[in-house]
Every structure is written in structure tokens, then in C-alpha cells.
């Protein structure tokens, strides 16, 4: 004599509460997906002479125009984690330096390219993008004067020095400064300056302010604005 198994048919509520819960489910995980803050990240050429630079994250580029020596890009947008980073001459597949970025969620990054034209190099900052007090700006200075072997000084013109010895290829923290103050360049040490800055710094605003050159008697600043608005 046969025996057979019955299996019971689902119901119509039960294929439901499936469906439901697969649906739930999937939409908590896009969800979590979704919750993940972007990184952001701005572009500057510090390289005189150089072509103006595309510079794309996974072959995906990210300044909407070339940025020329002296230049930057608006922050973009751009999912965190770690990607291949390259700065190409704009409109070429010539790759001048490639490299990897690590991007935490909601931080925002600039990236300099850097160096010399016939040697590239890159620097990554993260950027403090607090509004400073009324009637203060806030200002990070970089030294990539490329042969200089010992650091430079920066300060306010008038008043004390901010930032002392800071060598080639380095970042200082960024500080708050009262609007509209001029600022020296300073070999390390001295109290002879080398170029001043003119007052260009408004309130409320965020800037980097950054040399290049190949000697102390060769220096150039640049000046770069970080309030993601503008």
C-alpha cells in the first residue's frame, strides 16, 4: 500500500505576509544604502606650467571644466570609500599621476596636484568647513614651494606670526583670522618678509592660501575658497 505526503497549499495571507516582509526588507536595505552621506571633493592645479587637469575616481571624472594652474573645481560629490584616483591633461588619456583615495562619508576633501610639471605629485587635505564668527575668516595655509629645504613662516601683516616652520609639502590647521587682514610669508624664523598677501579674506568665509615656487625668492600664493556654496 502507497503512502503520500500532503504538503499544504499557502494560503492567500500567507503569500502575502511573504511579499510583505521581502518588500520590507528590501527596502530597508536600499534604505541603509541611501543613509551613507557622500564624501566631497575639490581639485586644485598647483603646478605652474603645467596643462589644465580632468581628475576622475574610478573612470568617472569629477571637475565639470579643466582646472588651469591657479584654479580649482567646486566640490563634488562622491561616494565614500577607497577609490583609484588619476589627474590626466584635460582631454587626453595621458595620466600623470595615479592613486588611491580613502573617503569617509561626509567629509570634504581637497585634492592639489602638486609637484613639478615634469614630475607630479598630489596632496590631500580634509577640510574644516566651520563657519567661522562674525567678522572672522577662517584660513589654512599649505607650503609647496618645491626646493625649499627648510620651512616658512606665515603671519598677519601688522600683528604676531600664525604659523611657523611649516615645511614644503605640508598643510597647517585651519585658524580663524579677523576679516580683511593681510598676511606675510616669512623664511623660518626671520622677521624679513619675503611677499605679503593683500586683504582679500571676507567674513564668514573659508580659505586656503597656498605657495608654490622653487626658492625663497621665488614664492607665489594662491588663494582658494572653500564654502561649498560658492
Same mark, same amino acid.
Not at 502507497?2 to 495571507?13: D, G, V
Not at 588619476?86 to 562619508?105: A, C, D, M, R, Y
Given at each position: 500500500?502507497?503512502?503520500?505526503?500532503?504538503?499544504?497549499?499557502?494560503?492567500?495571507?500567507?503569500?502575502?505576509?511573504?511579499?510583505?516582509?521581502?518588500?520590507?526588507?528590501?527596502?530597508?536595505?536600499?534604505?541603509?544604502?541611501?543613509?551613507?552621506?557622500?564624501?566631497?571633493?575639490?581639485?586644485?592645479?598647483?603646478?605652474?606650467?603645467?596643462?589644465?587637469?580632468?581628475?576622475?575616481?574610478?573612470?568617472?571624472?569629477?571637475?565639470?571644466?579643466?582646472?588651469?594652474?591657479?584654479?580649482?573645481?567646486?566640490?563634488?560629490?562622491?561616494?565614500?570609500?577607497?577609490?583609484?584616483?588619476?589627474?590626466? %591633461?584635460?582631454?587626453?588619456? @595621458?595620466?600623470? !599621476?595615479?592613486?588611491? &583615495?580613502?573617503?569617509? +562619508? =561626509? $567629509? *570634504?576633501?581637497? /585634492?592639489?596636484?602638486?609637484?613639478? %610639471?615634469?614630475?607630479?605629485? @598630489?596632496?590631500? !587635505?580634509?577640510?574644516? &568647513?566651520?563657519?567661522? +564668527? =562674525? $567678522? *572672522?575668516?577662517? /584660513?589654512?595655509?599649505?607650503?609647496? %614651494?618645491?626646493?625649499?629645504?627648510?620651512?616658512?613662516?606665515?603671519?598677519?601683516?601688522?600683528?604676531?606670526?600664525?604659523?611657523?616652520?611649516? /615645511?614644503?609639502?605640508?598643510?597647517?590647521?585651519?585658524?580663524?583670522?579677523?576679516?580683511?587682514?593681510?598676511?606675510?610669508?616669512?623664511?623660518?624664523?626671520?622677521?624679513?618678509?619675503?611677499?605679503?598677501?593683500?586683504?582679500?579674506?571676507?567674513?564668514?568665509?573659508?580659505?586656503?592660501?597656498?605657495?608654490?615656487?622653487?626658492?625663497?625668492?621665488?614664492?607665489?600664493?594662491?588663494?582658494?575658497?572653500?564654502?561649498?556654496?560658492?
Amino acid at each position: 500500500m502507497k503512502t503520500f505526503k500532503i504538503t499544504p497549499r499557502p494560503t492567500l495571507i500567507t503569500l502575502l505576509f511573504l511579499i510583505f516582509t521581502g518588500a520590507f526588507s528590501s527596502c530597508s536595505n536600499n534604505n541603509d544604502a541611501n543613509s551613507v552621506p557622500p564624501a566631497h571633493i575639490m581639485v586644485v592645479n598647483t603646478v605652474k606650467g603645467s596643462a589644465a587637469q580632468d581628475f576622475y575616481l574610478n573612470n568617472n571624472k569629477i571637475n565639470s571644466s579643466p582646472v588651469a594652474y591657479g584654479q580649482y573645481s567646486a566640490y563634488a560629490a562622491a561616494i565614500a570609500g577607497t577609490d583609484n584616483a588619476q589627474f590626466f %591633461n584635460s582631454g587626453t588619456k @595621458t595620466v600623470n !599621476t595615479s592613486f588611491s &583615495l580613502i573617503l569617509e +562619508p =561626509a $567629509n *570634504y576633501y581637497t /585634492v592639489y596636484y602638486t609637484g613639478k %610639471n615634469t614630475t607630479s605629485t @598630489t596632496y590631500t !587635505t580634509v577640510d574644516n &568647513l566651520s563657519i567661522p +564668527p =562674525a $567678522n *572672522y575668516a577662517s /584660513v589654512q595655509f599649505i607650503n609647496f %614651494n618645491t626646493d625649499v629645504s627648510s620651512g616658512v613662516d606665515f603671519g598677519v601683516v601688522g600683528s604676531s606670526k600664525i604659523v611657523t616652520n611649516l /615645511v614644503s609639502g605640508t598643510a597647517s590647521a585651519f585658524y580663524g583670522v579677523a576679516a580683511n587682514s593681510s598676511f606675510a610669508v616669512y623664511a623660518a624664523g626671520s622677521l624679513t618678509a619675503k611677499i605679503t598677501i593683500p586683504a582679500t579674506l571676507q567674513s564668514g568665509m573659508i580659505y586656503t592660501i597656498y605657495i608654490t615656487g622653487s626658492s625663497l625668492s621665488d614664492i607665489n600664493y594662491n588663494i582658494v575658497v572653500h564654502n561649498p556654496q560658492q
